[in-house]
């Protein structure tokens, strides 16, 4: 369903187990990021009218995700601490391609968008099946479900802007490249991605 080349280490979901305080802290982080990103799309572009309104949605979905984050680590006994570097969105986000019309450059921001929820809901998923707590194995279930919708909205909204078969090249190499950004990332216990 979401087209990764390559799925995530299996030896990943064991290792956050054991790290899931900082597990969940860096989920934190992301849901806050993905809110910001959907933010500045909105900024960047509000011309969209149909990408503005969608993307409002997204943004109040992923706020609340943030939200439901930080009652799971307070439901542990754990805090928010510093923000961490997200070394597998700086690497994706340099994808990019600068210059040229900007329905492309947009396109390549939502593709990137896409690819980033993509590669949470297949690790939402693998904590949805493996983490022994039950309470997270349901938390992680519904985010699952959340993730895949955004996937698919970037990529419905890559198509409104560019021709689909532009939209489907691009992916591909797009998903070439996180495959390749994914083999050569340490594999880590204390990060989402």
């Given at each position: 369903?979401?087209?990764?080349?390559?799925?995530?280490?299996?030896?990943?979901?064991?290792?956050?187990?054991?790290?899931?305080?900082?597990?969940?802290?860096?989920?934190?982080?992301?849901?806050?990021?993905?809110?910001?990103?959907?933010?500045?799309?909105?900024?960047?572009?509000?011309?969209?009218?149909?990408?503005?309104?969608?993307?409002?949605?997204?943004?109040?979905?992923?706020?609340?995700?943030?939200?439901?984050?930080?009652?799971?680590?307070?439901?542990?006994?754990?805090?928010?601490?510093?923000?961490?570097?997200?070394?597998?969105?700086?690497?994706?986000?340099?994808?990019?391609?600068?210059?040229?019309?900007?329905?492309?450059?947009?396109?390549d921001k939502l593709l990137i968008s896409a690819l980033i929820e993509a590669r949470s809901c297949e690790r939402f998923k693998l904590l949805s099946e493996h983490i022994a707590d039950d309470s997270l194995k349901k938390f992680y279930y519904e985010l699952m479900v959340s993730e895949a919708g955004h996937y698919t909205t970037f990529l419905e909204l890559a198509k409104e802007y560019m021709p689909e078969e532009e939209v489907k090249q691009r992916w591909q190499e797009l998903l070439e490249a996180e495959a390749d950004i994914i083999q050569h990332l340490e594999v880590r216990g204390d990060r989402m991605h």
């Open positions: 369903m979401l087209g990764l080349k390559l799925p995530t280490d299996p030896r990943w979901v064991n290792i956050a187990q054991k790290n899931i305080e900082e597990i969940l802290i860096d989920h934190a982080y992301c849901e806050q990021k993905a809110a910001s990103n959907a933010i500045s799309l909105i900024v960047q572009f509000p011309e969209r009218t149909k990408m503005v309104d969608v993307l409002t949605e997204i943004v109040a979905e992923e706020w609340s995700h943030f939200e439901r984050v930080l009652e799971e680590l307070r439901k542990r006994g754990f805090r928010l601490s510093h923000k961490r570097a997200d070394e597998y969105a700086v690497k994706l986000n340099k994808l990019e391609r600068k210059g040229g019309h900007i329905n492309r450059q947009l396109m």
